[in-house]
């Protein structure tokens, strides 16, 4: 009896072994708390033309009434600037604001993000940042400089033996 059990189990941890299944590794520890609150996840940007700024949108970073982060890491990405006020430090139930204007340099579409992480850096949120810039335009000078004459309708070439 014994002998047919440790086969029996030898043969279980082969077949573990040889077909990648894998035992459990228990559960995983819940991801820590946010202990902050953002006031936007989304902005859109009115247009604007290539070089304006424009107006800063606000999005309120309010710190959890337990609050033990001293510091926030705010970056923002694409064609966006962003400036924080009063977030280092950011006492419990606390709020501080972060200024995001869109400056664009290309036109079309501008997709961008702030991330907020505290100081920890295993805590993040987000803010999605979407706006354009105009299309570009065709004016009658570019077209006018984009055409060009067939050289039999040059004016020399015309009247020439004539």
Not at 99 to 106: C, G, I, L
Request: charge should be positive; aromatic fraction near 4%; include cysteine.
């Amino acid at each position: 009896m014994i002998m047919r059990t440790a086969i029996g189990v030898a043969g279980l941890l082969a077949l573990f072994v040889c077909h990648g299944i894998r035992a459990e590794e228990g559960p995983k520890p819940p991801p820590e708390p946010k202990d902050w609150q953002l006031s936007k996840h989304e902005i859109k940007f009115e247009r604007r033309n290539l070089g304006e700024v424009s107006p800063a949108n606000g999005i309120t970073l309010t710190a959890g009434p337990n609050s033990q982060i001293k510091a926030f890491r705010i970056k923002v990405s694409g064609e966006y600037i962003a400036n924080a006020q009063g977030c280092d430090p950011l006492d419990a139930s606390k709020a501080c604001t972060v200024n995001v204007s869109f400056a664009p340099k290309q036109r079309g579409s501008a997709a961008g993000e702030i991330l907020v992480t505290s100081d920890g850096g295993n805590v993040r949120d987000t803010v999605r940042l979407m706006a354009k810039a105009p299309a570009e335009r065709a004016t009658a000078a570019s077209q006018a400089s984009t055409l060009s004459r067939p050289s039999s309708c040059s004016p020399s070439s015309r009247f020439a033996g004539t």
